[in-house]
C-alpha cells in the first residue's frame, strides 16, 4: 500500500480544468467537422495513378507523354487485340478479326493506322497461324483506359465459337489496375473500421469505450482527408490511390495509440483525482510529451520524402504529415473532451475509483522485466539471434516485381501479353514512342531498327513540328533485357545530332520510376535517418540513447524485411518486391517503430530521476507495457487491412509494416532495449545530467530481487 502524497505537490490543473472548457473544445470541433467533412469526399476527384503524373518532369518518358497530350488529338491509349484458337486460324476468324478491327477503327480514329506502309497491313497472322492481333491505339478525348477497355471489350464479343479473345497492352493495364483501385478508398476505410472496433472491444471489454476513440479517430481521418484536398488544390502535390489509403491506415493507427496511450494515464490518474477534469489534465501532462515526440518524430520522418523527385513519393510526406498532426490535435483537444463529458461511468463495468491508497500489483511486464534483469546478456544476445535469423531472408528474391505480376489474380491484360509473346516473340514487349524532328525521322528510323533488342520500328505522323516513331522491343515488359533495349535506343537516338529524339512509353515510364525511387532512397534513408536521430536526442536530451534506439531500430527493420522476403517468396509465391515497398517501408517502420522506443524510453528517463537507470526502465516496461503492446497490435493489425487487398505491392507493404511493428513492439521495445539499457547503466543518458553518479540513486542499476521489485510496484 502506498500514499499518494507526492500528488498534491504536484502544480495545479489551472483553467484547463474548468467546466466549460470540454464543451467549447466539441464545439468547436463541431464548426470544424461542418466545413472539412463536405471537402473529405473530393479527395478522390484528384488522385491520379498515372505514372508519368508521379514523375518528375526531368524525367525523358515524361517528356514524351506531355508531347503527346499537347499535339492534337492528344495521347493515345495503346490496345492490343490476341486472337488465338488452339488448331489454328480459320477463314471465318480472320474475317472477324479483320471486321473487328475496321469497325474499331471507324468508331475510334487512330492518328495513324500503325503499319500502313512498309510492314504491311494492320492486323497480323502468327508464324504458327494460331493467332492473329492487331493494335490500336485510341485517342484520350474518348475517355481514360479504365472507361475504353470495356467497351473495346464488348465489341468484339461477336466472334466465332472457339475464337478466343484477349485485349492486352499498355492502356488495358491501366485500365485493369484502375478496376483495382476502384472503390479502394471506401473498402480500406470500412475495414480498417471494424479491425480497430473489433481490437478495442478487445482491450477494453467494455460496451462503450471502444466507441469514443473510434469516432473521434474517423473525424480526425475525415478532417486529413479534407486537409490533403485542400493541399492538393492549393500546392499542387500528387495524390494517387496508394497514398490515400495509406492515409487512412496512418491516421487510424496512429490516433488509435494515441487513445491507447491517454486512456492508460487517464485510468492511472482517476484513482488519484475525484474530479475527472483535473485527473484528465494530469494525465494530459504525462501522456502528451511523449504522444507529441512520437507524432513530431513521425512527421518529421515524412516530410523528409519532399526531398524525393518521384512526385507520389514526395507527395506522400505532405499527405502523412496532414494525417498525423489532425490525429495528434483530435487525440488531444476532442478525445479528451469527450472522456471528461461522459465520466467515469464510461469506463463501465471497470470503473475506476478515487482512492487515497492505490495498490498496484506486479504483473506480467513487471515479472518480465525481473527476468531480463536477471539474464540481461542472454536477453541481448537471444534477441540478436533471432533478429539476425530473421535478415537471412534478405538473401532470398529481391528483385523489382514486374508492373503485370501487380495482380494477385491475373486479369485478361496480363494473360494477354502471354499468349502475345507465345504466337509474336519478336512484338512481346510494350512498344516504345520515339519523337524526332521530322527532317531527322529516317535518320532516326533507321538507327533504331538497327539497335539490338528492337523487333520492329514503323513510322508515325508528322504533327505540331515533331514526328513519331513505334518500336516495339523482342523481350518480354518490364525486364532487365527490356529495359536495356530501352536504354540503347535512348543512347542511339541520342546520338542523332539536331533530332532532339526522346523515348518514352509505358515501360520507359516504369524504367525511369525504377530508377529515380533508386535514387530517392539514396537521399531520403540517409535523410530521414539523422532527422529522427535529432528528435530523439531533443527528446532524451542524450546522445547515447538516441543511438542505440536507432541501431535497434535499423536491425528490426533489416529482420522484418528479411522475414518478409521470406514469406513472399516461399509461401506467397510473389516473383519480386515492388519498386516503392523498401523506402516506404523503411519510412514507417523507423518513424513508426521509434514510436514504441519512445513511449518507453520518456518513461524510463521520466523513472530515472526518482529511482535510478535500472529501476527506472523497468518501472518504465512495467508501467508502459500493457499499453504499448495494445498499440502495437492496433497498429499492425490497420496495416495488415492492405493486405486484403488484391494488388501485390499493398500486400507487400501491409505485411512488411505490420510484421515490423509487432516485431518492434514485441520484442525490441519489451527485451532488447531494457536489456541494453541494463547493460549500459546509467552512461545511456550521456552527456546529460543523469549519467553523473552523482544523479544516480545508491544501486540504481542493480539486478532487482522480488521483494524489491514488489516494493517498487507499490
Known amino acids: 500500500m502506498a500514499v499518494n502524497a507526492a500528488l498534491s505537490r504536484e502544480a495545479p490543473p489551472g483553467r484547463l480544468a474548468g467546466r466549460w472548457v470540454p464543451w467549447l473544445v466539441i464545439g468547436l470541433w463541431l464548426a470544424l467537422a461542418a466545413v472539412m467533412v463536405p471537402l473529405s469526399g473530393k479527395l478522390s476527384s484528384v488522385t491520379t495513378d498515372r505514372a508519368v503524373d508521379t514523375l518528375p518532369a526531368s524525367a525523358e518518358s515524361t517528356k514524351v507523354a506531355v508531347l503527346e497530350d499537347s499535339l492534337p488529338g492528344g495521347e493515345d491509349n495503346t490496345f492490343v487485340f490476341v486472337y488465338h484458337r488452339a488448331g489454328g486460324m480459320t477463314d471465318a476468324d480472320r474475317a472477324t478479326v479483320e471486321r473487328h478491327y475496321n469497325t474499331l477503327a471507324k468508331r475510334y480514329p487512330p ?5 500502313e506502309d512498309d510492314d504491311g497491313p494492320p492486323t497480323r497472322l502468327s508464324t504458327d497461324g494460331k493467332a492473329m492481333m492487331f493494335t490500336l491505339d485510341v485517342s484520350t478525348t474518348y475517355g481514360g483506359p479504365e472507361t475504353i477497355v470495356g467497351p473495346l471489350r464488348d465489341a468484339a464479343k461477336d ?6 479473345l484477349e485485349v492486352t497492352g499498355p492502356a488495358a493495364v491501366d485500365g485493369d489496375m484502375d478496376a483495382v483501385f476502384d472503390g479502394i478508398d471506401l473498402q480500406v476505410f470500412l475495414t480498417t473500421v471494424v479491425v480497430v472496433t473489433v481490437l478495442l472491444i478487445l482491450t477494453y471489454r467494455s460496451p462503450v469505450l471502444w466507441f469514443i476513440p473510434l469516432v473521434v479517430v474517423g473525424a480526425a481521418a475525415l478532417t486529413a482527408m479534407a486537409t490533403v484536398y485542400l493541399l492538393v488544390k492549393g500546392f499542387g502535390i500528387v495524390v494517387n490511390d496508394q497514398n490515400s489509403a495509406l492515409l487512412t491506415i496512418l491516421v487510424f493507427g496512429v490516433g488509435t495509440d494515441y487513445a491507447l496511450l491517454l486512456i492508460a494515464r487517464y485510468r492511472e490518474t482517476l484513482h488519484h483525482h475525484e474530479n475527472v477534469r483535473v485527473a484528465m489534465v494530469h494525465a494530459l501532462r504525462g501522456a502528451a510529451p511523449a504522444i507529441v515526440a512520437s507524432a513530431a518524430t513521425v512527421v518529421a520522418g515524412l516530410l523528409c520524402l519532399l526531398a524525393a523527385d518521384l512526385n507520389s513519393t514526395s507527395g506522400l510526406g505532405p499527405i502523412g504529415a496532414a494525417g498525423i498532426l489532425c490525429a495528434l490535435v483530435a487525440m488531444l483537444t476532442l478525445f479528451p473532451a469527450v472522456l471528461v463529458v461522459l465520466g467515469r461511468r464510461i469506463f463501465w463495468p471497470a470503473i475506476p475509483r478515487f482512492s487515497t491508497a492505490v495498490e498496484e500489483k506486479p504483473g506480467l511486464w513487471g515479472r518480465l522485466g525481473i527476468a531480463i534483469s536477471r539474464r540481461r546478456w542472454v536477453a541481448t544476445l537471444g534477441s540478436f539471434g533471432v533478429l539476425g535469423v530473421l535478415a537471412i531472408g534478405l538473401a532470398g528474391n529481391t528483385g523489382d516485381l514486374r508492373e503485370q505480376d501487380q495482380f494477385l489474380s491475373a486479369p485478361e491484360s496480363v494473360t494477354g501479353f502471354t499468349v502475345l509473346r507465345q504466337h509474336f516473340p519478336e512484338l512481346g514487349g510494350q512498344p516504345m514512342t520515339v519523337f524526332t524532328r521530322p527532317a531527322y525521322q529516317e535518320r532516326v528510323l533507321d538507327v533504331v531498327k538497327g539497335t539490338p533488342g528492337v523487333a520492329v520500328a514503323i513510322p508515325g505522323q508528322t504533327v505540331g513540328g515533331w514526328a513519331d516513331i513505334s518500336v516495339f522491343p523482342t523481350d518480354a515488359p518490364d525486364t532487365v533485357a527490356e529495359y536495356d533495349t530501352i536504354k540503347r535506343v535512348r543512347t542511339a537516338v541520342h546520338a542523332v545530332s539536331g533530332a532532339q529524339a526522346i523515348v518514352g512509353g509505358p515501360s520507359a515510364e ?10 530517392d532512397e539514396k537521399l531520403v534513408i540517409p535523410l530521414v535517418l539523422a532527422v529522427v536521430l535529432i528528435v530523439l ?8 540513447a538516441p543511438l542505440i534506439l536507432m ?4 536491425v528490426s527493420f533489416a529482420a522484418a524485411f528479411g522475414g518478409s522476403v521470406f514469406i513472399f517468396d516461399t509461401i506467397l509465391g510473389f516473383k519480386g518486391i515492388d519498386y516503392s515497398v ?3 517501408a523503411f519510412l514507417f517502420l523507423v518513424a513508426l517503430g521509434v514510436d514504441y522506443n519512445i513511449f518507453l524510453a520518456s518513461r524510463a528517463r521520466e523513472e530515472t530521476v526518482r529511482l535510478g537507470t535500472g529501476q527506472g526502465m523497468l518501472k ?3 508501467a508502459t507495457g500493457g499499453v504499448i503492446t495494445s498499440a502495437g497490435v492496433v497498429l499492425a493489425a490497420t496495416f495488415a487491412v492492405l493486405t486484403t487487398l488484391p494488388l501485390v505491392m499493398l500486400i507487400e507493404v501491409g505485411f512488411l509494416v505490420a510484421f515490423g511493428v509487432l516485431l518492434d513492439a514485441l520484442l525490441v521495445r519489451s527485451v532488447l532495449v531494457p536489456a541494453l539499457t541494463l ?17 544516480e540513486p545508491p544501486n540504481g542499476t542493480q539486478p532487482l530481487a522480488d521483494e524489491e521489485e514488489f516494493a517498487l510496484q507499490r
Do not use: M, Q
Not at 679 to 695: K, Q
Open 582 to 584: 523498401p523506402l516506404l
Open 111 to 115: 492518328k495513324a493506322a500503325a503499319g
Open 537 to 544: 536526442g531533443l527528446l532524451l536530451r542524450a546522445i547515447v
Open 510 to 519: 516504369n524504367l525511369d520510376t525504377e530508377v529515380t525511387t533508386s535514387r
Open 620 to 622: 518504465a516496461l512495467s
Open 159 to 164: 466472334r466465332p465459337a472457339g475464337l478466343e
Open 551 to 554: 541501431a535497434t531500430v535499423i
Open 679 to 695: 547493460l549500459i547503466g546509467r552512461r545511456i543518458w550521456w552527456p546529460s545530467r543523469l549519467s553523473r553518479p552523482t544523479a
